[in-house]
């Protein structure tokens, strides 16, 4: 492209002092060729640069939420590491929950006992092939984040406060309690989060009651919303199919007639969005 299409290849004084003595419209028109041939190849180096700096930029602008240590992309899933974090209430708040609630017992051993945040981790792996591990200590929550006239916690204010409690090394992280939660204009929560944000809060308080037909066990309907806000914290929306784990459920009839797995067109997304080679798969 570098003036392919010209006779001789000159500077530009020389032509000027040709062109002064030469005042035919040939000479002009040679002239203008040049001008308009290197401006075009200005221009030409000006995008191919400007597209290197675009092909060189590290894809985690992609996934901006990876960890910023030095990854080699696309990173594979196993070297991400997603923290399950026990949320604990307050001795206050505790003092306040009903002592001899089988259902809050069986939310506790969910979310709050060493057997079951393993059995939650691995329910977790079957899905997204990540490395998880469960934070050594617990995190007690703030009491300005419970409304004690409603006796829940905001999820909204749950999820702020999160984000600053995290391990910066940790790829996202699931917040998780056994209290009940709300966020304006609902009456309670499964669980909520941003989506693309680093973490994500689950309740396991509703997970043992007894209003739905009962097709999953408190168990699984637990891991389901927990691969659910997961998926958000990916950047996977809702989705209409009632297959994918990432069908809303508002109740927990709704929550047992969904899906516990991701559709083809949800791992199409999450292949969109993040430069991760998903291990097995
Ligand atoms: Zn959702």
Not at 26 to 36: A, I, P, T, V
Not at 40 to 46: D, E, K, N
Not at 121 to 140: H, I, K, Q, T
Not at 200 to 226: A, H, K, Q
Request: proline share 5%.
């Amino acid at each position: 492209m570098w003036g392919s299409d010209m006779p001789v290849q000159r500077d530009s004084n020389s032509v000027q002092d040709q062109s002064d003595s030469l005042p035919d419209t040939s000479s002009r028109r040679l002239l203008l060729r040049q001008r308009l041939s290197i401006g075009l190849s200005l221009i030409l180096i000006l995008v191919l640069a400007l597209l290197g700096v675009r092909l060189l930029r590290p894809q985690s602008a992609i996934g901006s939420s990876l960890p910023s240590q030095g990854y080699v992309l696309p990173v594979d899933s196993r070297q991400l590491v997603v923290t399950i974090q026990p949320l604990v209430p307050s001795a206050q708040v505790q003092a306040l929950l009903p002592a001899d609630s089988a259902s809050l017992a069986a939310a506790r051993e969910l979310a709050a006992s060493p057997a079951g945040l393993q059995l939650l981790c691995d329910g977790l792996e079957e899905l997204y092939p990540f490395s998880y591990r469960v934070a050594a200590e617990s995190l007690r929550i703030p009491d300005s984040i419970f409304d004690f006239e409603r006796q829940q916690y905001d999820t909204s204010e749950l999820l702020d406060w999160l984000k600053t409690q995290t391990d910066p090394s940790s790829f996202r992280t699931a917040g998780v309690l056994y209290c009940d939660v709300y966020d304006e204009g609902y009456n309670f929560l499964f669980g909520q989060a941003r989506i693309a944000g680093p973490v994500c809060v689950i309740s396991s308080n509703r997970m043992g009651r007894e209003d739905s037909g009962g097709r999953l066990s408190p168990f699984e309907r637990w891991r389901n919303i927990v691969r659910h806000e997961l998926g958000h914290t990916l950047g996977l929306q809702h989705v209409d199919d009632r297959d994918s784990v990432m069908a809303f459920g508002n109740s927990l009839a709704e929550l047992d007639s969904q899906g516990a797995e991701l559709t083809k067109s949800d791992w199409k997304r999450l292949e969109e969005l993040h430069p991760i080679r998903w291990d097995g798969r």
